[in-house]
């Protein structure tokens, strides 16, 4: 049972336009998540994170949403650029030690 | 290095050999995670160190993992009797937090994993 879903395993975006990916989570205990980014053959990277003291974070083109009641977050990038094709993973630092919880990923293309 | 290093980067062995992946993490972190990515999922958390302790292994599938980080730097994954269902990205990832219990939260820097083959 996943306690982070991410569930489209792809998305395809036009160059310029926005990509939006989705995250649900299902312990309202958890407070505080990340997203990271992985290119093929690399480790993931982070990229941005949000506490639940808040509902959203922006760094640059990316932004972060959080729908606590709806244990729902979301990542938007704007504008799209092809470099930012990757798989993008959702996460909680919900572990019992700190560690980690991702989910499943959603591969994004950004065509030119 | 400044970056987690892991080694081997790739590496195949036959059903029933014994493996041992590597990780140096980040100079001065203390919290060392290894993660077990399958094809097409999402890394799934394996055991955790705070320097040389195991504090967490509730991940660990069997009783053939066994991971270790002696001296509280360089931290061993060991795979005895590999079977085919171990074929996976095993994923390191070193990090200054000290837990949920102390420290603030940091970014955790992952490695860019090994992935083993078992055939």
């Known amino acids: 049972d996943q306690q982070v879903k991410q569930n489209s395993p792809s998305l395809s975006v036009q160059e310029g336009r926005i990509s939006i990916l989705n995250c649900d989570y299902t312990n309202s205990m958890f407070d505080y998540f990340l997203w990271y980014k992985k290119y093929p053959a690399e480790g993931p990277t982070f990229l941005i994170s949000?506490?639940?003291?808040?509902d959203k974070n922006e760094d640059g083109r990316f932004t972060v949403f959080l729908n606590k009641s709806a244990k729902h977050l979301s990542l938007h990038i704007v504008p799209s650029q092809p470099g930012d094709s990757a798989v993008y993973f959702c996460l909680s630092d919900g572990g019992s030690q700190g560690n980690l919880i991702f989910g499943k990923g959603t591969k994004l293309s950004v065509k030119p | 290095g400044a970056g987690v290093s892991q080694s081997p980067r790739y590496k195949v062995a036959k059903r029933g050999q014994d493996v041992a992946l590597r990780c140096d993490p980040i100079?001065?972190?203390?919290?060392l995670f290894w993660y077990q990515q399958a094809l097409g999922q999402g890394p799934e958390f394996l055991t955790y160190f705070q320097n040389e302790a195991q504090l967490d292994k509730s991940g660990l599938p069997s009783d053939r993992f066994f991971a270790e980080r002696p001296e509280g730097s360089v931290s061993t994954l060991k795979i005895q009797r590999t079977q085919q269902e171990d074929s996976a990205v095993y994923l390191c990832?070193?990090?200054?937090?000290?837990?949920?219990?102390?420290?603030?939260?940091?970014?955790?820097?992952f490695g860019q994993g090994t992935r083993l083959t078992v055939v």
């Open positions: 990832a070193s990090s200054l937090i000290q837990g949920k219990r102390g420290g603030r939260r940091t970014e955790a820097f």
């Open positions: 949000i506490s639940s003291i808040k």
């Open positions: 100079s001065g972190h203390v919290s």
